[in-house]
């Protein structure tokens, strides 16, 4: 199981970015995903999931209706919109995955992760 994350970078507030979580070793169809994310000097805090069991999704307060999940079973990647971006959401962002079938979006939960990607929002 591999999962690489790319897109991260440095934005100014109410930029974008779109964030890739590339899976290999395995099929994304049946397992849950997410992303998760880790400012300096806090706890890692789940951000938004995707079940493969319901395909049910769960974003945090602090980023629904700005961030959107998404899965391209065809590539076995899913995707992390960003839009309105704020600089309380500089962070390393994280995906990881895990093969339970209800999993909640916490971090303890997920079972294999990436190496994380760095976003930046500041003026």
């Known amino acids: 199981v591999q999962l690489v994350e790319s897109g991260g970078g440095s934005v100014q507030p109410g930029g974008s970015l779109r964030l890739s979580c590339a899976a290999s070793g395995f099929t994304l169809d049946y397992y849950a995903i997410g992303w998760f994310r880790q400012a300096p000097g806090k706890e890692r805090e789940g951000v938004s999931c995707?079940?493969?069991?319901?395909?049910?999704?769960y974003y945090a307060d602090s980023v629904a209706g700005r961030f959107t999940i998404s899965r391209d079973k065809a590539k076995n990647t899913v995707y992390l919109q960003m839009d309105s971006l704020k600089p309380e959401d500089t962070a390393i962002y994280y995906c990881a995955t895990t093969p339970r079938l209800w999993p909640t979006c916490t971090p303890y939960e997920y079972d294999y992760w990436g190496q994380g990607t760095q976003v930046a929002v500041s003026s």
């Open positions: 995707i079940r493969s069991s319901d395909d049910s999704t």
